[in-house]
């Protein structure tokens, strides 16, 4: 649905990604710190070529990589006794209101002053030294707090010669899950960025980081893959894939190649069990340096924005759309008063191209306009009803995560396609009727909303195993609005007459974005 829109990922056997935050507080690591030099400099580094051993290298790269651990308090929902409330209501002996029952907190869940019950909780994971005065580059899920609003109390940074510092967070960028700390040090080893653009598949790497709170745990891979793409877009929908062993609390750890030059940020894994399987992932340093400079400089990252939600043409709805897939990315919603919206962009146009370079799952189009100068324009080719056009677009700056929040609304409620269904009925399956407000207020619908509403699916029929249920509202077909039963009905007749194998629906559910499900129009096999 948009970078930040909603969309399953489908694994052959059930994996999920797990972010790496997490482990035991043990933090266990030897190695002299550095001198006032770059721990990866090149003179340092061994020669091209695999080395029989990585020892040296590691020896060299360990000291700057770091091991992060935080504190913050949350809430404790508490649970009153309730002998003690029954005792209390009809006055009989028992524990009285407010009586410490010994950790700490007065029963009923209150602490001093009213407030609630809190406990402390915490994550470990790992970062890495970029100065010598002690900047350092670690993930923004470390240091988020779990409500996700905000931070965690407190930072602390520990090196390999175990001296424990306080740390301040500089900046943090949640897009990217990156964040800059910086702690009071002088003469700190440090390592220095490499270029990922010139990493190839088949490349070895190095993963430091602290697995498990394991302190300075170094293991050795390949690039497995580059341009990874795992949520189906996004401006940072894009990974290195290494086998190196990545595990929870390798977070904000550095990839380095044999230069000893960090190439990436291990960010996530996929893993049907939470341990590494050989599928670590990793932000690579083309991505992660210029969010990195922007903190430092106190600035907040500055990105190119079309002011879209997109979806990618999987095989149903690129069938619907009768166009290849994977190739290109429908416009599912435009936001008034926006880029797109300036240029003329509309709902249901298919981009294929931005500048030049084709939309595919390796670039997607929020990616390559993300790339792209604030300022800057560009020209997008689009196929609009199976025809090619050309608009120029001038590239907008992207809005804070809560402004695109409240600009795209809430994914809670959204479409996501399913898998195909079996197309065995005849009919669709479908009961509807026009959208009016005691429709709209049944299925917390917004307000206002014109199209029509499903307000019954046969689980028996095509529209039972698909993405559809009751409460959708079909906003358009394709890129045409509907706003009556009827139109609906002529728009999938037209279809089959014309011979299509699946039709496109606009659809809101609840408060969620517009997203496209589609419809198998084949007759009963």
């Not at 999987?314 to 897939?325: R, S």
């Not at 962009?345 to 799952?361: A, F, K, M, T, Y």
């Not at 994914?411 to 479908?430: H, R």
């Not at 689980?459 to 139109?487: M, Y």
């Amino acid at each position: 649905m948009s970078s930040k829109e909603s969309r399953k990922v489908r694994y052959a056997y059930g994996v999920t990604m797990a972010l790496l935050a997490g482990g035991t507080a043990l933090s266990i690591a030897t190695g002299p710190v550095g001198a006032q030099v770059a721990q990866n400099a090149p003179a340092a580094m061994p020669p091209n070529g695999a080395p029989q051993s990585f020892a040296d290298l590691a020896a060299r790269l360990q000291p700057a990589v770091v091991n992060i651990s935080t504190k913050q308090r949350v809430p404790v929902r508490s649970q009153s006794d309730p002998f003690a409330e029954m005792m209390r209501r009809f006055g009989l002996p028992g524990t009285p209101q407010g009586q410490d029952d010994g950790d700490g907190t007065p029963q009923g869940g209150q602490g001093q002053g009213g407030q609630g019950r809190t406990r402390e909780t915490g994550s470990l994971g790992s970062g890495f030294i970029i100065s010598p005065d002690g900047y350092i580059v670690t993930n923004n899920h470390l240091i988020q707090s779990q409500t996700g609003n905000g931070t965690v109390d407190e930072v602390v940074v520990t090196l390999t010669n175990r001296k424990e510092y306080p740390a301040r967070i500089v900046g943090r960028d949640q897009a990217s899950d990156l964040a800059l700390l910086k702690i009071d040090g002088a003469n700190l080893p440090y390592v220095n960025w490499g270029d990922s653009t010139r990493a190839r598949v088949g490349d070895w790497v190095l993963a430091i980081g602290n697995p498990y709170g394991l302190g300075g745990t170094v293991t050795a891979g390949i690039i497995s893959a580059l341009h990874r793409n795992i949520t189906g877009g996004g401006a940072y929908d894009r990974y290195i894939q290494t086998d190196a062993s990545i595990n929870m609390g390798n977070s904000g750890g550095p990839m380095f190649d044999l230069n000893g030059n960090v190439i990436g940020v291990n960010s996530a894994l996929i893993s049907p069990t939470g341990a590494s399987v050989g599928i670590g992932l990793s932000i690579p340093a083309e991505a992660a340096r210029p969010v990195i400079d922007s903190l430092r400089r106190g600035q907040r990252p500055q990105r190119g924005y079309l002011g879209v939600g997109l979806q990618p043409l999987d095989e149903n709805l690129a069938e619907a759309f009768g166009l290849p897939k994977d190739r290109g990315e429908v416009v599912r919603s435009v936001v008034p008063g926006e880029p797109a919206a300036k240029a003329g962009l509309q709902q249901g146009d298919v981009i294929v191209r931005v500048n030049g370079q084709e939309v595919n799952p390796e670039q997607s189009a929020s990616y390559l306009i993300s790339n792209i100068p604030v300022g800057s324009r560009v020209p997008i080719d689009i196929l609009r009803d199976r025809k090619p056009q050309r608009v120029t677009v001038t590239v907008g700056l992207r809005p804070t995560d809560e402004q695109l929040a409240r600009l795209l609304g809430d994914d809670s409620g959204s479409v996501t396609p399913e898998t195909p269904a079996t197309p065995t009925p005849q009919t669709l399956g479908l009961s509807l009727a026009p959208a009016n407000p005691a429709l709209l207020s049944r299925y917390k619908l917004p307000s206002g909303s014109t199209g029509v509403v499903i307000t019954g699916v046969d689980p028996n029929s095509v529209a039972g195993e698909e993405a559809l249920r009751e409460g959708d509202l079909i906003v358009a077909i394709g890129n045409r609005r509907v706003t009556s039963p009827a139109q609906v009905v002529e728009a999938i007749a037209a279809a089959r007459r014309a011979g299509a194998p699946r039709i496109a629906l606009l659809v809101k559910r609840g408060s969620g974005p517009e997203a496209f499900a589609t419809l198998d129009l084949r007759p009963q096999r």
